[in-house]
């Protein structure tokens, strides 16, 4: 046997995974009737159907050919993401006017074209634009300098 | 005329110097992110949301409408120029708007693109205006039963439309509906599948999926290979047509104009669909359809009156129905709930000026496009030159303020982080996002609606079948899904996608 379709292997698994999970943790609600569902009946159901497509999604994957997956873009899919999450992480404690710079430099780093130069001037623009509008305009209760600085 | 004193409330909402700017804003930011590629309606509409929280709701929905249409007329600009369609119902365009331009004639396809647009856009307003409230009216006797069944058949719809692999969207739809269900379920006001988190007792907020799968997700797929965008852009003498081009291209505008319109209302649809069918049409029917690819005229003014018309007819469902037929209408219901208005048939009646405002608004919004697209077309072209590394990281600042300005949580930075990753994922897995996310909206409206029908007949499941409106409804996204299997339809659909990704 042999994987003919990596796209149809790996979806058929992620909807397996996410149906399997519907089903397992819905056994803790009510099932009611179809007459009066209860709050476990429909996301069952959906569940039941979303591992039968992943299923028929695998056994596809052995017989048809299909486009492989291709190039994972993981630089650029870490940094973004980390720069995302670090910017949640810190924007109470350091304050908009440190996290967001950061959160500038860390994701324009994914580029192959990342330049520190005009990185700086976005980043300082960027802060700027953010806590006049955000802050200061729409009151968006975000510090901007947080208090791990004593802000 | 009823009519007439409807329009004439709805001129005097939407004039008003105030909305006449939220208009302005809208169709302007609109134009800007049809041409900028990599940034799409939907993302923008989501990163703006919270933005709009502070206005009325009439200025909020006119501002955000503008975005959407105003991205169809960007998106044709640069689809013209520089052979990119910043709008993927504008990529048919480039077929013979990018021949059009490299023959000299890039002044002529933007001003067929334009009129198209503009006079689609006048059309499908009157449409709105015309059909709105008898659909309304028609809403206001739907029992649970036919509201399913509706939404059944706009997740049908979406399925078709969604590129690539058949049992892949469907896959995403189910998905979707799954993701929809978290949070407390509103009949035993018992939490699911929140895994003990405390945020997710409301669910996941839709603007966070959104933006992490629309707006983050595709930063990273263009973070894959970027392309070098230094094009040659052609030079642009003479905007206006010549006689023989405008006697050419009216009755394509004439015929785009109807097929979008029509195929707008369709929920699931929008202006994507439009566009491809229109200019396969007209490939058909035109005289220089064998010349098609090479330049022709009507080859540009078809798809685009087609889309412009659908980008607004869409709004019929969201605006008569409360259901959205797209991500961009889902996220303008989501605006009218903050706002504390319920969408749904009353909303004619309860709000006119709300509703006229809006579709007045539209027309209004059309008549500035058209004066910002045709003089004001070498701002936009210095636009396309903007690098795509300057983009994003502005993007990204936006999407993480605006989704945690929601609900002033951290936690949804993380929740919509998740998503993006998540997103690119599925992205790389040929799975599309759109039908999961229109879904993700639908999921706890049908099971609330199925539970209701369900209940009114007392467990019997054929009460879908015996109501006349939601068999019809049924019988439809029944025949779509199947029409998908016919060979030649599929073929069609699949070159259709191809071209596109091409």
Known sequence: MMIRSTKDFWAGLVYISFGSTAILVGRDYQMGTAFRMGPAYFPTILGGLLVVIGAISVIRSFIAVGAPIGRFAIQGLLLVSAAIFLFAFLVRGLGVALALPILVIISAYASTRFRWGPTLIMAV??????????????????????????? | ?????????????????????????????????????????????????????????????????????????????????VNLPGEAASVVTTLDGYQMARKGRAGAALAASAIGSFFAGT????????????????????????????????????????????????GMVVLGLLLGLIGTDVTSGIQRY?????ELA??????????????????????????????????????????????????????????????????????????????????KVSKYGSQFGTGMIEGVAAPESANNAGAQTSFIPMLTLGIPSNPVSALMVGAMII?????????????????????????????????????LIGMWVRMIMIPYQFLYPGILVFCAIGVFSLKNAEFDIYLMGLFGVLGYIFAKLGCEAAPMLLAFILGPLMEEYLRRAMLLSRGNPWVFLQRPISATLLVIAVLA????????????????FVEGAG
């Open chain 1, 125 to 151: 623009g960027l802060t700027v634009f953010c806590v006049l509008v955000f802050l200061e305009g729409l009151g968006i209760p975000l510090p901007m300098l947080g208090p791990w600085l004593g802000g």
């Open chain 2, 1 to 81: 005329m009823d009519l007439i004193g409807n329009l004439w409330l709805g001129l005097q909402t939407s004039a008003s110097l105030a909305n006449l700017s939220y208009c302005f804003v809208g169709v302007f930011l609109g134009t800007a992110i049809g041409v900028l590629p990599g940034l799409g309606p939907t993302a923008t509409i989501a990163m703006l949301l919270p933005v709009t929280f502070v206005l009325p709701p009439v200025s909020a929905l006119i501002m955000l409408a503008g975005i959407y249409y105003g991205s169809q007329y960007g998106g044709s600009t640069t689809s013209i120029l």
């Open chain 2, 123 to 170: 059309v499908a307003t009157l449409l709105i205006a015309a059909f709105g409230p008898p659909m309304a009216n028609m809403a206001l006797k739907f029992g649970p039963a036919e509201y399913f069944s509706l939404m059944v058949m706009g997740l049908a719809a979406s399925i078709v439309l969604a590129q690539g692999s058949l049992l892949h969207a469907i």
């Open chain 2, 194 to 198: 929140t895994f003990g988190i405390f």
């Open chain 2, 202 to 283: 409301d669910g996941i907020g839709f603007v966070t999926v959104a933006m992490g799968m629309f707006g983050l997700g595709e930063i990273i797929r263009n973070l894959e290979n970027e392309e070098e965008r230094s094009v040659a852009i052609s030079k642009i003498t003479s905007l206006w047509p010549t006689k023989e081009d405008w006697r050419r291209m009216m009755p394509s505008i004439l015929r785009g104009t109807a097929i979008g319109s029509v195929l707008g209302v369709l929920p699931g649809s929008g202006s994507i669909l439009g566009s491809f069918a229109a200019y396969s049409i007209e490939k």
């Open chain 2, 339 to 375: 706002h504390g208005i319920q969408p749904g048939p009353s909303v004619i009646s309860e709000q006119p000026a709300l509703f006229w405002g809006i579709v007045v608004s539209m027309w209004i919004g059309n008549l500035m496009l058209i004066i910002l697209n045709l003089p």
């Open chain 2, 481 to 496: 899904l199947c029409s998908v299997l016919i060979p030649s339809f599929s073929k069609t659909r699949e070159e259709a």
